[in-house]
């Protein structure tokens, strides 16, 4: 099969469809030459080739060498320059791509192809030895650190005293003869270091480099990223080799970065960054603070460095064309590289842009309403999980806020945190739930999973492209960039902006979306929901099929959820309710009653406790369905368990201390979880579960008086494993409920059905659908009962279980569709075979997880049941699932 495929020239052996073969940086440079756009020649070296190193012990699929030769003979014909020649050298750039865009993770080697002798071809010329040199020099470091594995601290010493010797600041200032001196020393450094001379002939540099690609796929930050963002590891990368551009060759030539549309917040302005004679890396390195592409965010931005509408205003034009075509022809808001070569502009790169939740959902209306996309195109635009971050609360203004420095509002969202310097540190610190904030010159992919432990991140340098703000931006995480007045003390344990110091583990609050930085922790407010959110919403309710109720038991959830969307109440815990310091006694007091008055008398306090919350429930809910599940934990978990808190207990509830210690070893059990537990106990305490059914249809009849809506309670019971067992409880439930309406003179509808958490249950749901209304999966603790495992004791293995794919997911975060999805399946046909209308939902933990709910979709359950929280995360899986 064919190992390289060629682009450049206006025609290209690929196509953007091939992005698992090419990656998708070969695929879209494929499709832009396709389109003529003017993309330097080159090829691809397919994923295949990736996949087979690795297979076989780090060789190459026989036929390579030939067919990377043929590729350099293709970049020479259309360059009509020779690789390796000394006079008229081909440079080329070698770069990573793989399937799923990983900025920044992987190498590239710039510059491939020069040695002393081409350096001084490339010099002559050029006329530009200054350019030449510092090309070379550039070359020597990349490879050095990609490929030779030196750690780039070496060539910065030996730049930064040159420098120093020099008396200059920027690299820009530096000379050809400089540039040379430099050169000397990176070789010397390369040669004390290896024990070899640097590689002179450009074949040998070329494969060096492209096995350092190869290589890298396997690099710890790339499989950390793989890891986050569930990239498979056998996708493999593939190798991109190509003509260089040069934008180092002075005044009229440049590099930069952009966005077709703003990756913040959506708008659809362009946004972009360049450095005047500069290569790409320069640009995300953060090495200089970048200006910007337009006039309008210059002037934003309060920046006197002219933009480049301003400086090259032709160039801008031509480029605008082009971000236009891209982004119609992609259908969507594109990053884009770009190199100005003494004023003949050049594209590098395109890709659909990482943008934050806000702008994803901006970008995908405002494309609807332009009529670029469908509503379900728009719908399916939008990771479910990212809603999450506008969920979030932002700063709350205020006169007292002591404001350090700005920097960029590079990744929106407020944090504070204890500062820490390292990514180390980071994750160290973070490990106990400690907020903290990593502040940093600037970061490369080696802090990801320090930034992944951070609340939020600020560098000191860097522009709004750079990897900090990428990275920040695509894991939800504040950052404020180039912040360019912190100065870090020598040996990184603090920094001053000022006249203030700051050191580790002191508290500053950042605000991601205006780029300040704060002393101090400062409160936050609620989020505000955009219009375009709401608009994204009501077309994602208009596409799904399933219901969305939320897990909620006080009137504050309710209300909450019902705000964000919620159509019902999936999940009532009435424990919850018991838990309440202010009742807790009167439950203690019930299980501690030595007679049958006693328990009574305390039953009764409960009872109106409880018929207040349900009434309380009612009344936020009114006419959308409320599912209120009857006890479930075992009683023990309400008595106390120290001394003195038993004495206590004693106290209060006038029983002699000797009886509570009875009564909890009498409760005691030696698994729980399987214990005593659930309808096991509505079956033996009757009188439990009726003051609690009592309360339900008492609080029913009191909010239709009150307020004439209807209402009908959804009475659910737990743990129900034998059809007796909801026999049994749904004659008393009948027999209350009678009861209560002969008291009150009136009937309501109320329905009574089941939790299905356990593997029996949803093996005879054929059977227990003879009684059940309704089936619940109560997911975690099916989960728990199917793999015989216990969600409290998992944590002592499962990591090493997922680190070693024995389980790769969690089964408690994501529902397992072999094992636990099969019991759902057979239980929601067998419940659906018996009653054809019984309605079916899901209230555990997965409820809120997009792919769980997938799953339900696939199933054909009628709703999913989350927290208040997740509901919109859902709401929209829903819609996705549905399409
Ligand atoms: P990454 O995936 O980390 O962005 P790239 O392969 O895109 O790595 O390259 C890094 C930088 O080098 C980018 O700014 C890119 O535009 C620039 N670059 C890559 N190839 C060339 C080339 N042939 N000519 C000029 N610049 C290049
Ligand atoms: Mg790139
Ligand atoms: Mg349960």
């Not at 982004?327 to 659909?352: N, P």
Request: charged share 25%.
């Amino acid at each position: 099969e064919k190992l390289v495929y060629r682009f450049g020239d206006g025609k290209a052996d690929g196509t953007r469809e091939m992005k698992k073969l090419l990656g998708g940086k070969g695929a879209n440079l494929a499709e832009m030459a396709l389109l003529g756009l003017p993309v330097p020649p080159g090829f691809t070296i397919t994923t295949e080739v990736c996949t087979a190193f690795y297979k076989n012990a780090h060789a190459y699929p026989a036929g390579l060498s030939q067919a990377v030769e043929e590729g350099i003979a293709h970049i020479e014909t259309v360059t009509g320059k020779t690789f390796g020649d000394a006079v008229d050298p081909l440079l080329v750039s070698v770069r990573s791509g793989a399937r799923a865009s990983m900025p920044g993770m992987m190498d590239t080697v710039l510059n491939l192809g020069l040695n002393d002798e081409s350096v001084t071809g490339l010099a002559a010329l050029t006329g530009d030895e200054r350019f030449a040199y510092d090309s070379y020099r550039r070359f020597i470091q990349m490879y050095a650190n990609v490929v030779l594995q030196m750690d780039h601290s070496f060539f910065e010493d030996i730049l930064e005293e040159c420098k120093r010797d020099r008396g200059v600041h920027l690299d820009t200032e530096l000379t050809a003869m400089d540039w040379r001196t430099v050169i000397n020393g990176y070789k010397g450094a390369v040669r004390n270091h290896l024990g070899t001379e640097f590689p002179h002939d450009p074949r040998e540099q070329l494969w060096g480099a492209t096995d350092a690609v190869f290589r890298s796929w396997m690099n710890d930050r790339s499989r950390t990223y793989r890891r986050l963002n569930r990239i498979p590891e056998d996708w493999g990368t593939a190798v991109n080799i190509q003509a260089m551009v040069f934008g180092n060759m002075g005044e009229t030539s440049a590099t930069g970065v952009a966005f077709t549309r703003n990756p913040s917040n959506g708008e659809n302005q362009i946004y972009g960054e360049f450095l005047k004679n500069a290569q790409g890396e320069d640009v995300v390195a953060g090495i200089r603070t970048p200006s910007n592409l337009t006039k309008r965010s210059r002037i934003e931005m309060g920046s006197d460095a002219p933009s480049l509408e301003e400086c090259m205003p032709e160039t801008y034009q031509e480029l605008i064309g082009f971000f236009e075509r891209l982004e119609s022809h992609y259908r969507d808001m594109q990053d884009i590289e770009f190199t100005v070569q003494e004023g003949k502009l050049w594209l590098l790169q395109t890709r659909t842009g990482k943008r934050t939740a806000k702008a994803a959902i901006k970008i995908a209306t405002d494309l609807c309403k332009e009529g670029i996309i469908s509503m379900e195109e728009a719908v399916m635009r939008v990771e479910p999980e990212s809603l999450d971050q506008l969920l979030h609360p932002s700063l709350a203004p205020s006169e007292k806020n002591v404001l350090l420095t700005r920097g960029l509002p590079a990744s929106p969202g407020a944090a504070a945190g204890s500062v820490v310097f390292t990514a180390d540190e980071a994750e160290e610190v973070a490990r106990d739930g400690t907020k903290i904030i990593l502040v940093r010159d600037d970061t490369s992919p080696e802090d990801i999973h320090g930034m992944h432990a951070a609340a939020g991140i600020v560098t000191a340098r860097g522009g709004m492209t750079s990897h900090a703000a990428v990275v920040a931006r695509g894991m939800g995480r504040a950052c404020v960039s180039g912040a360019g007045e912190i100065r870090f003390a020598p040996d990184r344990k603090s920094f001053t902006v000022g006249s203030a110091v700051i050191k580790k583990g002191d508290i500053i609050t950042i605000d991601g979306s205006t780029g300040e930085v704060f002393l101090g922790e400062i409160p936050t407010i609620p989020p505000e929901m955009s219009e375009e959110f709401e608009t994204l919403m009501n077309w994602a309710d208009s596409l799904r099929r399933m219901g969305i109720r939320a897990n909620a038991e006080t009137p504050v959830d309710a209300r909450r959820a019902r705000a964000f969307g919620a159509e019902g109440i999936g999940l009532c815990r009435t424990e919850h309710m018991f838990f309440d310091p202010e009742r807790i006694l009167a439950v203690q007091e019930m299980i501690l009653a030595e007679t049958q008055e006693d328990r009574t008398t305390s039953l009764s306090r409960l009872l109106d406790m409880q018929r207040l919350d349900f009434y309380e429930l009612f009344l936020v809910m009114k006419s959308y369905p409320v599912t209120i599940r009857l006890l479930d934990p075992p009683l023990h978990e309400f008595l106390p368990q120290a001394d003195d808190d038993i004495r206590a207990v004693a106290r209060a509830s006038g029983v002699d201390i000797s009886i509570v210690y009875q009564r909890i070893k009498d409760l005691n059990e030696v698994n729980p979880m399987l214990g005593h537990r659930g309808c096991r106990l509505g079956v033996t305490y009757p009188d439990i579960y009726e003051m609690q059914v009592r309360a339900i249809l008492e609080a029913a009849c009191d909010t239709v008086e009150k307020t004439g809506v209807s209402i009908a309670p959804e009475i659910m019971i737990p743990l129900v494993s034998v059809k007796e067992e909801l026999t049994m409880l749904k004659a008393r439930i009948d027999d209350i409920a009678a009861q209560v309406f002969a008291a009150r003179g009136r009937m309501l509808d109320y329905h009574v059905g089941t939790m299905i958490e356990l593997p029996r249950a949803a093996l005879v749901a054929d059977q227990i659908a003879e009684e059940a209304e309704f089936f619940s999966f109560g997911t975690n603790d099916l989960t728990q009962t199917t793999f015989g495992l216990s969600r409290d004791d998992a944590g002592a293995f499962l990591p090493a279980y997922q680190k070693a794919k024995v389980m790769p997911e969690d089964p408690f975060v994501t529902l397992d569709r072999d094992g636990v999805g099969t019991l759902m399946r057979i239980a929601a046909e067998k419940g659906r075979a018996t009653r054809r209308s019984i309605k079916l939902g899901l209230c555990g933990e997965h409820g809120g997880d997009p792919r769980s709910i997938d799953f339900c979709e696939m199933i054909g359950l009628d709703y999913v049941s989350c927290s208040p929280y997740r509901v919109p995360v859902a709401r929209l899986a829903a819609a996705q699932a549905a399409i």
